[in-house]
């Protein structure tokens, strides 16, 4: 008994990977002459009437492998199609139609094409062939030449290229002919179906990666990035950042920020600082881990014109020939950046030296102010080293 048990458990222990159905179309609900959710074109020299196409048909008894199928056709008129892709009557002259889908097989791998065709053709010069892109201008073939079968050929668990995995993409087939005899069917294609495997489940605790900030330093309420590199990804993961502004002691999830790339707004007071984190989860085990922590300073402060409070905030600063610009004056409404820190250049004043500092203040009329407190500031965001003569002068 105990040796049935343990065979059952294995059995029943043991999976495979199932295939996923990403696509699946019979054309048995499709309006006659149309291509229902398919794309058709025709991309050879044939004038408009006739030239030909993929249409699904109910008629056209030799063209047809299920009650509709995708077919090539003549098409004769606006509204007339005939069965055959040739209208000898007319100066045809060779092409080539397309028949094709998309399919959305991003995070799925080993990829399967099953489908029915058939397909007469004069041979070696009119035949099928199938066909995928990512792009929709290069096309890939996946087959060889389907022809010289005017029975019905199943195709079952076709393996598509490994580029056609993890992707957009679009798969389809093309009919080629050089309109000199028309051997019926052309290209009927029915029962199409693609499947793939889903992501493998998490299980245990998940690798939290690496995180980095798009920035380290600035102002409250500019958003920045945070991302993370190296870390576990696939079925069954989740994703929130995380923020503490007591030195770690307590953690809030930042809203929306639940993907390894977010948008993150800090706020708070000048001189404050705010740790992040990813809390990375296992959905399948219920685990989670956490991220090594970064660290956002807030080392300036927004300052709005205001004439009544004598506040005129600074838009530029140059010393020598670097120079910092906030941007465009600014109104009540519209304060300047005052981000003189990015991108800046350190460099060394020393006592030979001859440098002039201007600095720029917004006002309205008759109405400006400089602090000494106001240039030390800009002196240290500007991260310039200044030597005990240079400091005296100032």
């Known amino acids: ?108 791998s080993n990829l399967k094409l099953s489908y029915k ?20 201008i290069n096309w890939i073939p996946v087959s060889t030449k389907l022809q010289g079968q005017t029975a019905t050929q199943t195709i079952t668990d076709l393996a598509l290229p490994a580029g056609a995995e993890n992707a957009i993409i679009y798969i389809g087939w093309l009919f080629y002919s050089n309109a000199t005899t028309a051997t019926q069917p052309g290209l009927s294609i029915d029962d199409v179906k693609i499947t793939g495997v889903a992501p493998t489940s998490c299980s245990g605790t998940p690798n939290t990666g690496t995180v980095s900030l798009s920035s380290y330093i600035g102002k409250s309420g500019t958003p920045i990035t945070a991302s993370a590199l190296s870390l576990s990804a696939g079925g069954g993961i989740s994703y929130q950042w995380q923020s503490s502004t007591d030195n770690g002691t307590t953690w809030s999830d930042v809203a929306s920020a639940t993907t390894s790339s977010s948008t993150i707004t800090p706020t708070g007071s000048l001189g404050s600082s705010i740790l992040y984190r990813l809390k990375t989860t296992c959905t399948t085990s219920m685990q989670s881990a956490f ?42 409404t519209t304060p300047p950046q005052e981000y003189f820190l990015q991108d800046a250049t350190n460099f060394t004043v020393t006592q030979a030296d001859n440098i002039t500092m201007d600095v720029k203040v917004f006002a309205n009329t008759n109405r400006m102010g400089l602090t000494f407190l106001s240039i030390g500031i800009m002196m240290e965001i500007l991260t310039i080293p200044m030597n005990p003569i240079t400091q005296l002068l100032l």
């Open 1 to 108: 008994m105990r040796n049935f048990l343990l065979s059952c458990l294995l059995v029943f222990g043991i999976g495979t990977s199932a295939q996923v159905t990403l696509l699946e179309d019979n054309f048995d609900t499709v309006t006659t002459g149309t291509t229902g959710n398919w794309t058709g074109t025709n991309i050879g020299t044939l004038t408009n009437y006739p030239y030909n196409t993929f249409y699904v048909q109910s008629a056209c008894s030799a063209n047809l492998i299920s009650v509709r199928t995708m077919q090539i056709t003549g098409v004769t008129s606006a509204t007339g199609v005939s069965c055959s892709y040739q209208n000898l009557a007319a100066a045809n002259t060779g092409f080539a139609a397309l028949i094709y889908r998309m399919v959305d097989t991003t995070s799925y």
């Open 117 to 136: 065709w058939r397909c007469g053709g004069e041979t070696d010069q009119d035949y099928g062939q199938l066909v995928y892109s990512t792009d929709k």
């Open 291 to 332: 991220s090594n922590t970064v660290t956002y300073k807030l080392d300036y402060c927004s300052v709005t014109a205001n004439a009544n409070d004598n506040k005129f905030p600074v838009t530029s600063v140059k010393i020598g020939t670097l120079e910092k610009v906030s941007g465009a004056d600014p109104g009540p």
